[in-house]
T-cell receptor
Framework: EDQVTQSPEALRLQEGESSSLNCSYT??????LFWYRQDPGKGPEFLFT???AGEEKEKERLKATLTKKESFLHITAPKPEDSATYLC?????????????????FGTGTRLQVTL | DTEVTQTPKHLVMGMTNKKSLKCEQH?????MYWYKQKAKKPPELMFV???????INESVPSRFSPECPNSSLLNLHLHALQPEDSALYLC????????????????FGPGTRLTVL
């Protein structure tokens, strides 16, 4: 069974204190790994898609990387507005057999709080 | 434009009521999804439509009935719900790409906060 584990569950950082969030997965033949940001009571906001080991993507203070077993979301010099829950999701190859829609398996998320 | 809209934002209903949630996207996506999300939990897939046809039903109780009138619209009809159905209901859409291809990221709407009394 496909599994996605995110750590830590919660992280408290001071403004400017860089850190990394981890997403480890047990999926054979990963088709895609997605990072989302979710604010309380709102829908997840798409951040990145990673397809192959070694791939990296950046957006402002965020940088996502992918290996064969895990992905990291690096946050450089975070600000209070980066406070949110960060969700990782994987798309296994089994979705090929369901047609053209993608079925994601989500991790439980990391709740990030950045304080002044 | 990567916007998915959902109405209403909030809904309170009794266990005998019938109500509907609506979702709309104008990104030309041909796959649309309904998710249920409880507090401090990840989104839980309910239904998937691909090219207006139901392709995945994750064993959802029949008191939830999805409908896809056209490629831009997705409805979720609710009837005889239970208090434990109270949750944030999320709609999402994605391009229906070729198997193994890119562009399968899902874009989510803001959600409907449902409370069942």
């Amino acid at each position: 069974e496909d599994q996605v584990t995110q750590s830590p569950e919660a992280l408290r950082l001071q403004e400017g204190e860089s850190s990394s969030l981890n997403c480890s997965y047990t999926v054979s033949g990963l088709r895609g790994l997605f990072w989302y940001r979710q604010d309380p009571g709102k829908g997840p906001e798409f951040l990145f898609t990673l397809y192959s080991a070694g791939e990296e993507k950046e957006k402002e203070r965020l940088k996502a990387t992918l290996t064969k077993k895990e992905s990291f979301l690096h946050i450089t010099a975070p600000k209070p507005e980066d406070s949110a829950t960060y969700l990782c999701a994987v798309q296994p190859p089994s979705t090929i057999n369901t047609g053209t829609a993608s079925k994601l398996t989500f991790g439980t998320g990391t709740r990030l709080q950045v304080t002044l | 434009d990567t916007e998915v809209t959902q109405t209403p934002k909030h809904l309170v209903m009794g266990m005998t009521n019938k109500k509907s949630l609506k979702c709309e996207q104008h990104m030309g996506h041909r796959a649309m999804y309904w998710y249920k999300q409880k507090a401090k939990k990840p989104p839980e897939l309910m239904f998937v439509y691909s090219y207006e046809k139901l392709s995945i039903n994750e064993s959802v109780p029949s008191r939830f009935s999805p409908e896809c009138p056209n490629s831009s619209l997705l409805n979720l009809h609710l009837h005889a719900l239970q208090p434990e159905d109270s949750a944030l209901y999320l709609c999402a859409s994605s391009q229906a790409g070729l198997a193994g291809g890119p562009d399968n990221e899902q874009f989510f709407g803001p959600g409907t906060r449902l409370t069942v009394l």
